[in-house]
C-alpha cells in the first residue's frame, strides 16, 4: 500500500497524539504544498519516518473533521503572499489526533507552516464551530467557497471583521495561554499590542459615531427651512441662516468624508493595521522558537539544518520588519487623525455662531419666533455631541500616536 493510501485509509481512533507545550514544530513545503522539510517534532506527532513525510503532500495529515472553508481561506491568503493563522486539528498516521494553531507563511518558493499547542478557551469554541461548519458543509453539499463565506459570516457575528482580525485575537490568546501553562510571564510587548488594538477599535467606534452625528445633522437646516416659511415674511433672516447652517455643515461632512473616513484613507484599515503587527511579532516569536528547537534537535540526513535555520532566521527579520512598518503606519494615521480633528474644531466654531445668530434672531421675534426653541435646543445638542467625539477621538488618537515610541 503506498504511502497515500494508507493515510486517506486510516481510520480516525478518537484518541490524542500528545506534544509538549513547549513543542514547536515546523513543515515547510513547495508551491503545491508538498512537503519539502521539517522537524523531529513533527515527525514525532505525526507519526511518520520524516523520510517518508518529505515528498508527501501535506494534506496527508489532514483531519476529517476539518472544515473545506479554513483551507480555502488559507490557500486564498498565502497565494496571495499573505500570512495566516488557524486552528487546525490533523491526523496522525495511527489515526489520533492533535490539534495545533498553525501560522503559514510564504517563503524560499513554497511556504512554511509554525505550529504551537492551543490552550486557550478559545479553543473549544473553535471546535464548536468547525464541528457546525463541517455538518452543513456534508448536510447541504457547500463548496469550499460557499463554506468560507459561511465562516466570514459567523465571525463577524462574534465580533470579528475579518478573518485576519480572528487570526491575530487567537494567536495573541494562545501565546497568552501558553506562557501562563509554562510559568512563564506574560510579554510586555504583547500586552502593549492588545492595549492598541483596544485603543484602535475605540477610535473606529467613536469615529462612526462621529459619521452618523453628522447624518442626523441634515435635518437641521430642512426644519429651519419649515419654520421660516411659517412666520414668513419675517422669516427671511431664518431662511438665510438655514441656507448657511446647511452649507457650513456640507462642508464640515464632505471635508471628514475626504480626509478622513472616505474609500481612499487608511483610516478603515487602522484596525488592521494593529492586528497585523501583533500576528507578525507573534510568528517572529515562533519561528526564533522553531529554531532554536532545531538546533536542539538530532542532526538528520533527512534534514539540511544550516539550511533550515537560514530559511527561519530570514523570515523572523522579515517578520520583525514587517511588524515596525505596521506601528509606524498605525501612528501615523493617528497623528493625521489629530490633525483632522483640530481642524474639524475650527469650522466647528463657525456652526456655533450660527447657532447664536439663531438665538438672536428668535428674541427679535418675540412670541413669532418661538418655534426656533427647539431647533436652538437641538443645535445645542447637536454641537455638544459633535464636540465630545472630536475631543474622545483626539485623546484616542494621541495615545495611539505616542505607542512604543
Known sequence: ???????????????????????????????????????????????????????????????????????QLLWDTIKGGGTVGAYVKNRASDGSFYWVFAIVTPCDGG??????????????TVEKEYSRLRQAEQAEGLSPED??????????????????????????????????GLQRPAEARLAERRAMFSTAEQLVQETEALVQEFESMRTIPHNLRVIASR??????????????????????????????WGKNSNFRAIRGTVTAAIFVEGLARILTECGHQLNQEDGSASTDIAREQAILSELTQTQFTKARASLQDVRFEAGRIQKACLTLHRHFMALTTTRVLCK?????????????NSIIDELGQFQDRISARLEKISELSAALACEDK
Open 111 to 124: 511556504y512554511l507552516s509554525a505550529r504551537i499547542k492551543p490552550t486557550s478557551p478559545l479553543l473549544r
Open 360 to 372: 438672536i434672531e428668535c428674541a427679535r421675534l418675540g412670541h413669532v419666533g418661538e418655534s426656533l
Open 1 to 71: 500500500m503506498s504511502f497515500e493510501d494508507r493515510t486517506l485509509t486510516a481510520q480516525t481512533t478518537g484518541k490524542e497524539a500528545h506534544f509538549a507545550l513547549d513543542e514547536v514544530f515546523f513543515s515547510r513545503t513547495d508551491d503545491r504544498g508538498v512537503i519539502r522539510a521539517g522537524n523531529a517534532v513533527f515527525s514525532r506527532v505525526a507519526k511518520y519516518p520524516l523520510e517518508e513525510l518529505l515528498g508527501a503532500p501535506h494534506k496527508i495529515i489532514r483531519h476529517p473533521d476539518m472544515p473545506r472553508a479554513v483551507f
Open 231 to 260: 412666520i414668513e415674511p419675517a422669516g427671511g433672516p431664518v431662511t438665510v441662516l438655514s441656507q448657511n447652517y446647511s452649507s457650513m455643515s456640507r462642508e464640515m461632512s464632505s471635508w471628514f468624508e475626504a480626509h478622513v
Open 147 to 180: 463554506s468560507a463565506a459561511r465562516l466570514l459570516d459567523r465571525l463577524r457575528e462574534l465580533g470579528f471583521a475579518t478573518y485576519s482580525d480572528f487570526a491575530g485575537h487567537a494567536l495573541a490568546e494562545e501565546l497568552l495561554a501558553r506562557d501562563a
